[in-house]
């Protein structure tokens, strides 16, 4: 299958420099694989970076900085392939990373996306925070992985070496198939960055695709390399797009819960239950907000009022007709969301977290 493995890049001269030769050397060995890198419009000097030491690298120069989101769709726009992978410049390869990726792919059809287990950099034993070996939900739409709970994280002993359908897998190393991707349209353009894999994950299952981590793949991620984890920004994007995910996705998985029923029947209870779970969640951002307030770190505390401020301005709610349709077509299977608050039992279970994390926990639609 014809593979692009495309970098969106901006601003990381230094990483393209030190991470870009052992990628171009471990997929010079995939057959019919090809590295493109597509620059948001960089300011420091890594176009002409690409220039003088990787003139040979195909390179789309943008004209403006269009975020994760806009910046992949644009240069898969430009680009023909069956396979595209998302990658970060701040990952460092191993040398068989991309095969494994590109076997799984060509011998489960029924997989819309898959991932390697995401190691950290510097620490290279443990999980890194951006993915580790896969992700989940929780009934409140908080991300967390098998690997990673919050801001603590797992050593990596084998525990999950055998390949795992997740929710969702990571955004800084990430295989899709070509046309799955241009049929749901592409990562949504709204989420600039942050999140955004996971909405297209969902919608990926939603659409009856699975996603898949292949641990005999493994790559090691700096992290931060574009926004560092203390950013006001970044935390405004990670509350913002958490609405927008779940405003996309939340009622049509409700509705394969109700989908024995009437199809309009099933939409109008899915909307309800919907709407009542996004307002719940609203309410424990506001007390975040709160306790931001509370210990003055005024700026986390306006980054979550504007996040919700401008996620009302921006919100695509879906309604009760295009649920019902939906369910009278639908094929899809949402696994992955945790019965549990993960906030709460993280509090409660300490370093026992991932131990006490069960099959039997996650609902399955």
Same mark, same amino acid.
């Given at each position: 299958? =014809? !593979?692009?493995?495309?970098?969106?890049?901006?601003?990381?001269?230094?990483?393209?420099?030190?991470? %870009?030769?052992?990628?171009l050397?471990?997929?010079?060995?995939?057959?019919?694989?090809e590295?493109?890198?597509?620059?948001n419009?960089?300011?420091?000097g890594?176009?002409?970076?690409? *220039?003088?030491?990787?003139p040979d690298?195909? $390179?789309? /120069?943008?004209d403006?900085?269009?975020?994760f989101?806009?910046?992949?769709n &644009?240069?898969?726009?430009e680009?023909?392939?069956?396979?595209f992978?998302l990658i970060?410049?701040?990952?460092?390869?191993?040398?068989?990373?991309?095969?494994?990726?590109?076997?799984?792919?060509e011998d489960?059809?029924?997989?819309?996306a898959?991932?390697? =287990?995401?190691?950290?950099?510097?620490?290279?034993? *443990?999980f890194?925070y951006?993915g580790?070996?896969g992700?989940?939900?929780?009934?409140?739409g908080?991300?967390?992985?098998?690997?990673?709970?919050?801001?603590?994280?797992?050593?990596?002993r084998?525990?999950?070496?055998?390949p795992?359908?997740v929710?969702?897998? $990571?955004?800084?190393? @990430?295989?899709v198939?070509?046309? #799955?991707?241009r049929?749901?349209?592409? %990562?949504d353009d709204?989420?600039?960055a942050?999140?955004? /894999?996971?909405? %297209?994950?969902?919608?990926?299952?939603?659409e009856?695709? =699975?996603? !898949?981590?292949?641990?005999?793949?493994?790559?090691?991620?700096?992290?931060?390399? !574009?926004?560092p984890?203390?950013s006001?920004f &970044?935390?405004?994007l990670?509350y913002?797009?958490?609405l %927008?995910?779940?405003?996309?996705?939340?009622? &049509? !998985?409700?509705?394969?819960?109700?989908?024995? #029923?009437?199809a309009?029947?099933?939409a109008?209870?899915a909307?309800?239950?919907?709407?009542?779970?996004?307002? @719940?969640? =609203?309410?424990?951002?506001g007390?975040?907000?709160?306790?931001?307030? #509370?210990?003055?770190?005024?700026?986390c505390?306006?980054?979550?009022y504007?996040?919700?401020?401008?996620?009302?301005?921006m919100?695509?709610?879906?309604?009760r007709e /295009?649920?019902a349709?939906?369910?009278?077509?639908?094929?899809?299977?949402?696994?992955?969301?945790?019965? *549990?608050?993960?906030v709460?039992?993280?509090? #409660?279970?300490?370093?026992?977290?991932? $131990?006490?994390?069960?099959?039997?926990?996650f609902y399955?639609?």
């Open positions: 299958m =014809k !593979t692009a493995v495309v970098i969106l890049n901006w601003n990381t001269e230094g990483f393209l420099k030190e991470f %870009l030769p052992g990628l050397q471990s997929v010079s060995k995939v057959e019919d694989a590295v493109i890198v597509a620059d419009a960089s300011t420091d890594s176009r002409q970076v690409m *220039k003088d030491l990787f690298v195909r $390179t789309l /120069e943008f403006r900085n269009y975020g989101t806009g910046g992949y &644009k240069a898969f726009g680009i023909e392939s069956d396979l992978v970060n410049s701040d990952i460092e390869v191993t040398e068989n990373w991309l095969g494994p990726l590109v076997k799984w792919m489960h059809p029924e997989c819309g898959c991932a390697p =287990k995401l190691h950290s950099w510097q620490d290279r034993d *443990k890194e951006a580790a070996a992700g989940y939900i929780d009934r409140y908080y991300p967390f992985c098998r690997g990673r709970v919050l801001k603590r994280l797992e050593t990596d084998g525990q999950y070496d055998a795992a359908d929710f969702w897998a $990571t955004g800084a190393c @990430l295989m198939r070509s046309s #799955l991707y049929k749901l349209g592409g %990562l709204r989420f600039f942050h999140m955004e /894999e996971i909405d %297209l994950c969902w919608r990926m299952q939603l009856g695709y =699975k996603v !898949t981590v292949v641990p005999e793949s493994v790559v090691y991620h700096v992290g931060g390399g !574009t926004l984890a203390t006001p &970044k935390l405004y990670n913002r797009n958490n %927008l995910m779940l405003e996309n996705n939340l009622a &049509k !998985t409700f509705a394969l819960e109700f989908k024995s #029923l009437p309009e029947k099933a109008a209870k909307f309800r239950k919907a709407s009542a779970r996004i307002f @719940l969640r =609203k309410c424990l951002d007390m975040s907000a709160a306790v931001y307030l #509370l210990t003055l770190r005024l700026e505390f306006r980054s979550v504007k996040a919700h401020k401008d996620a009302r301005s919100r695509r709610m879906i309604s /295009e649920i349709d939906y369910i009278r077509t639908e094929k899809g299977r949402v696994t992955g969301i945790y019965r *549990k608050w993960i709460l039992r993280s509090i #409660l279970k300490g370093e026992g977290i991932f $131990t006490s994390i069960k099959d039997k926990d399955s639609f």
